[in-house]
């Protein structure tokens, strides 16, 4: 019954499941009365926190249709997600509005005092990652963007004015899942992984990954949230790739070896980075969203959630193979799922974790969480 109801209704129902209510009223989605923690946040990483600069370039990796936002408040806006993204849930938490995409922002200066989301669908580490999914904004070209954005505030901003004003922003990096989905795990396209081996793979990110954040503390932020690749071998897209596929409820364990490579290594480094602090005068944090993840998906059923290894759109084996197509019917349960697509969770998810980054233990956010960070 379920399976008619997802796949073949009358216009109708495709009507009623994509309405979104719009009432007299709309809300600010910035938080009524929240205080205001960091002056602004600039935003770097791939599809788990663009907002739509993908909308415009020249790339197979979109999401500016249906099903994509039909929980948002504004419909689809090239979040890949059924609403909102880790993002929108942290700037909820720290009073900040929701970002508009760099693309939106480019000759208008009072669009970006608020802050920036420079992520880019398909983005990696390394400028060659996500390439064969078309354009999109390597992390080399997010800074240098950023860069723009810099220059772009100088208008409004005397030079005091405005290095105070970075470093009290907040800069969120999310990115590398690429770097493994999009390059090393494709060796059809990508020499990559008959190159080097796991652990000089992580290397080679890591290097990078340390130049291009010392890039930006170059530009004057100060303040630094850095996330880890998420357990990738969870991933629907990577469950469906396996034949046979796991046991239901686990995940491909060689996968997740590889991100743990450089996770650990990005530990490292951001306490290599905070012990020196008495030259770069910055704090970054790490999010550990790996654990994270982790820890949700083997307590699914008390956080909410009865679907932990397929996505609530999609097709493919067990609808983990692609993203949603356009006008696909998505799944009504949403809020119990925690994959949306084949790559990315669902609201319901990336709000559970925005909180714990923002106010969880350690274990969580290290050596602080976000809250903490904001009062230093």
Known sequence: ???????????????????????????????????????????????LVDDGNNNYLSSLAKANYLPYGVDFFGGPSGRFCNGKTIIDFLGELLGLPYLPPYVNTIGNDRSILRGVNFASAAAGILDVSGSQLGDRFTLNQQIANFENTVNQLKNPMEEKELREFLAKSLVVMNIGSNDYLNNYLLPSIYPTSSIYNPREFADLLIRNYTAQILMLHGLGVR???IGAVGPLGCMPNQIARVDPPPPPGKCVT???ELVSLFNTRLVSLVDQ?????????????????????????N???????????????????????????????????RDEYV?????????????????????????DCYPMNLHQMAQL
């Open 223 to 225: 303040k630094f949230l």
């Open 1 to 47: 019954m379920r399976a008619k109801m997802e796949t073949g209704k009358p216009l109708l129902r495709l009507l009623l499941l994509y309405t979104i209510t719009v009432s007299v009223l709309v809300i600010s989605p910035t938080c009524a009365g929240a205080p205001l923690q960091y002056s602004t946040m600039f935003v770097f990483g791939d599809s």
């Open 273 to 297: 980075l905070n012990s020196r602090i008495s030259i770069l005068g910055a704090v970054f944090v790490y999010g550990n969203t790996f654990d994270l993840f982790t820890s949700i998906l």
């Open 339 to 363: 994959f949306w697509d084949a790559f990315h969770p669902t609201q319901a998810f990336n709000k559970i974790i925005a909180q714990r980054v923002y106010s969880g233990p350690t274990s």
């Open 254 to 256: 060689d996968v997740n």
């Open 299 to 333: 307590r699914a059923e008390s956080y909410g959630f009865k679907v932990v290894d397929r996505g609530c759109c999609g097709i493919g084996r067990n609808r983990g193979q692609i993203t949603c197509l356009p006008l696909a019917f998505p799944c009504l349960n």
